[in-house]
Each structure stands twice: as structure tokens, then as C-alpha cells.
């Protein structure tokens, strides 16, 4: 079963959605997304162009996922 990692990330008055990473991409289960998901979007934070971007919240979602600004 198809897990989503999704980031809501806020610059100012700016927020969007970001896929961080699904299971095809990390082998992430929705327990594992649950319970480590703050650590991994800190860590691809830290590591992508949004770092100056804030975590506003984040989702786990069952099967794909398209971001809302991106329909």
C-alpha cells in the first residue's frame, strides 16, 4: 500500500504543500510515517531549498497524492 508524506510549509504569508517522500521512494509504512515523519522533514528541510521555509503541519496519506497548488 502506496504511503504520502506531506509537508505544509509557510513563509510568511505564503503556504504550500510538499511531497516530502512516499513508499515507492523510501519503503515508508504509515506507522513508520506517524511516528518519524517530524524527523524526516526536518532533515530534508535542512537539506532543501526550502530551509527557510517553517513547518506548519504535515499529513500521512494512504495511496498518491497531488498537492493542492499543484492540480
Do not use: F, R
Request: with cysteine; hydrophobic share 45%; proline share 3%.
Amino acid at each position: 500500500m502506496l504511503v504520502t508524506l506531506v509537508a505544509i510549509l509557510c513563509n510568511a504569508q505564503l503556504c504550500m504543500e510538499k511531497v516530502v517522500t512516499n513508499s515507492d521512494q523510501s519503503g515508508i509504512t504509515m506507522g513508520a510515517c506517524a511516528v518519524n515523519a517530524q524527523i524526516g522533514i526536518a532533515d530534508w528541510l535542512a537539506k532543501g531549498p526550502y530551509h527557510e521555509w517553517h513547518l506548519q503541519s504535515y499529513k500521512c496519506i494512504m495511496g498518491k497524492y497531488v498537492p493542492k497548488n499543484e492540480v
